[in-house]
């Protein structure tokens, strides 16, 4: 389990946009890497991680952090900026330093299944 927790649930303004962005390119990555993943276009497989569970969806998108998508450092920073320490310090750049790169990991997959979330709703009242 994370010792990080996402301080805010509502991706709002431009920092938000960013945020979900940054979760769109690891989404996107999926298409890129080898995986068990057979899909005959980028649409059929958006279309099949948003009918995922949200346990099976955080599965593949680990495989994006891990293995896929070389994010920005302004996209990290930008995921990172909705969530907050296990001493409830919020996350920013002048702490990002003290970060292992596995901390930055959980962090940048824990907040961008919660956007995915509220990006599948979203989505989806829209089409």
């Known amino acids: 389990m994370s010792k990080f927790t996402i301080t805010e649930k509502e991706f709002k303004g431009i920092a938000g946009a960013k945020a979900l962005h940054a979760a769109l390119a690891l989404r996107r990555s999926l298409w890129y890497i080898p995986k068990d993943i ?3 276009s980028f649409v059929d497989m958006s279309n099949w991680l948003d009918q995922l569970d ?3 969806r955080r599965k593949y ?6 293995d896929g998508a070389m994010l920005q450092k302004e ?5 990172l ?10 996350i920013c750049k002048e702490n990002i330093e003290n ?3 596995f901390e930055i990991n959980d962090i940048v997959l824990e907040v961008s299944c919660e956007i995915l979330k ?6 989806q009242m829209n089409k």
């Open 38 to 40: 057979d899909h005959d």
């Open 54 to 56: 949200d346990e099976n």
């Open 61 to 66: 998108l680990k495989l994006a952090v891990e």
């Open 75 to 79: 996209e990290i920073e930008s995921l």
């Open 81 to 90: 900026k909705f969530a907050k320490d296990e001493h409830g310090v919020p």
């Open 99 to 101: 970060l292992t790169a």
């Open 118 to 123: 509220a990006k599948v709703f979203f989505y």
